[in-house]
């Protein structure tokens, strides 16, 4: 090992690119074949919380990499796992680096990326799973009695309503394969422009089984909190277009409203690595203000 690098856009865990020096000429490995340098990614769980559970979320990480192995999908390849840190100061993961890297910014290049995005979500929902490799159940991430509304709203009906409408039973719906942490943050792209390509769908500790519309709605309201709200009611647009069935009506809202609602008060847990990633524009109040016009153009739209 020759160098190591941190790398930038990560909450949950810590994350450090590790460069290698070339193998002797003679060895034959499929991290970059004898006598190249290559690289590796090693994720590591730091924080009390991610620590305890990172029995679970990686050796759920490690078996998705194993099954997307064979498939089309551009995932790293699982190299090493010591899930309990048994060997490693933190619990981690080490697997193969991938190129591209995380767009954010505010540039020419959003609605091609919302369009890649959609297509390649569409994509990771295609995946085959026979039934015994199936990832665990979906779980939301909030609940009517756990919804913080922003103390500064102007608009505290809205915010009732929202709340109210995700108080009932999940709909029905069909389950396929989900990613469930999709959004722009765990993509990687190369090129710009007619060249901007999907190099790369990464972090996939909280893959599940479950209904599309709700990793749908994840990267719908991520979009909506990074661009504005005509970013995200521009990205399930995409996704039907590319080939992906998601619900109708009021059976859509719930699963919108359910995912928009993990992010109130103020999106704190996300901007942070956004910032990071140069979006110091994503402040508290620009966030918030987001997040409720987009429970308002839900409404408008599927109510």
């Given at each position: 090992?020759?160098?190591?690098?941190?790398?930038?856009?990560?909450?949950?865990?810590?994350?450090?690119?590790?460069?290698?020096?070339?193998?002797?000429s003679?060895?034959?490995?499929?991290?970059?074949?004898?006598?190249?340098?290559?690289?590796?990614?090693?994720?590591?769980?730091?924080?009390?919380?991610?620590?305890?559970?990172?029995?679970?979320?990686?050796?759920?990480?490690?078996?998705?990499?194993?099954?997307?192995?064979?498939?089309?999908?551009?995932?790293?390849?699982?190299?090493?796992?010591?899930?309990?840190?048994?060997?490693?100061?933190?619990?981690?993961?080490v697997?193969?680096?991938?190129?591209?890297?995380?767009?954010?910014?505010?540039?020419?290049?959003?609605?091609?990326?919302?369009?890649?995005?959609?297509?390649?979500?569409?994509?990771?929902?295609?995946?085959?799973?026979?039934?015994?490799?199936?990832?665990?159940?979906?779980?939301?991430?909030?609940?009517?009695?756990?919804?913080?509304?922003?103390?500064?709203?102007?608009?505290?009906?809205?915010?009732?309503?929202?709340?109210?409408?995700?108080d009932?039973?999940?709909?029905?719906?069909?389950?396929?394969?989900?990613?469930r942490?999709?959004?722009?943050?765990?993509?990687?792209?190369?090129?710009?422009?007619?060249?901007?390509?999907?190099?790369?769908?990464?972090?996939?500790v909280e893959?599940?089984?479950?209904?599309?519309?709700?990793?749908?709605?994840?990267?719908?309201?991520?979009?909506?909190?990074?661009h504005?709200?005509?970013?995200?009611?521009a990205?399930?647009?995409?996704?039907e277009?590319?080939?992906g069935?998601?619900?109708?009506?009021?059976?859509?809202?719930?699963?919108?409203?359910?995912?928009?609602?993990?992010?109130?008060?103020?999106?704190?847990?996300?901007?942070t690595?956004?910032?990071?990633?140069?979006?110091?524009?994503?402040?508290?109040p620009?966030?918030?203000?987001?997040?409720?016009?987009?429970?308002?153009?839900?409404?408008?739209?599927?109510?």
């Amino acid at each position: 090992m020759v160098g190591v690098r941190e790398l930038k856009g990560g909450w949950t865990s810590r994350m450090r690119r590790l460069d290698i020096a070339p193998a002797n000429s003679n060895d034959n490995n499929d991290n970059g074949g004898g006598g190249e340098g290559y690289a590796l990614v090693l994720r590591s769980f730091v924080k009390p919380f991610y620590r305890r559970h990172a029995p679970g979320l990686l050796a759920r990480e490690a078996g998705v990499l194993r099954l997307l192995e064979s498939g089309s999908i551009p995932a790293a390849r699982l190299r090493a796992v010591d899930a309990a840190g048994e060997h490693c100061e933190h619990p981690s993961l080490v697997m193969t680096h991938l190129p591209g890297s995380v767009r954010v910014r505010e540039d020419g290049d959003v609605a091609r990326r919302t369009v890649l995005l959609a297509r390649q979500l569409a994509a990771v929902h295609a995946v085959a799973v026979p039934e015994q490799e199936r990832p665990r159940t979906w779980q939301a991430w909030t609940s009517p009695e756990r919804v913080q509304i922003p103390a500064t709203t102007k608009r505290p009906l809205l915010w009732h309503r929202a709340v109210e409408a995700i108080d009932r039973d999940a709909p029905p719906h069909r389950a396929c394969f989900l990613h469930r942490d999709y959004h722009p943050g765990n993509v990687l792209f190369t090129g710009n422009g007619e060249h901007l390509a999907v190099s790369g769908v990464v972090d996939w500790v909280e893959t599940s089984w479950g209904p599309a519309d709700l990793d749908v709605a994840h990267c719908a309201t991520t979009l909506a909190l990074l661009h504005g709200v005509p970013a995200g009611m521009a990205f399930p647009d995409a996704y039907e277009q590319a080939g992906g069935t998601l619900a109708a009506g009021e059976e859509h809202l719930y699963w919108r409203l359910l995912d928009a609602l993990a992010f109130a008060p103020d999106a704190e847990k996300v901007a942070t690595p956004w910032r990071e990633l140069g979006r110091t524009d994503l402040g508290t109040p620009v966030l918030t203000g987001r997040l409720e016009d987009y429970l308002q153009a839900l409404f408008d739209r599927y109510a």
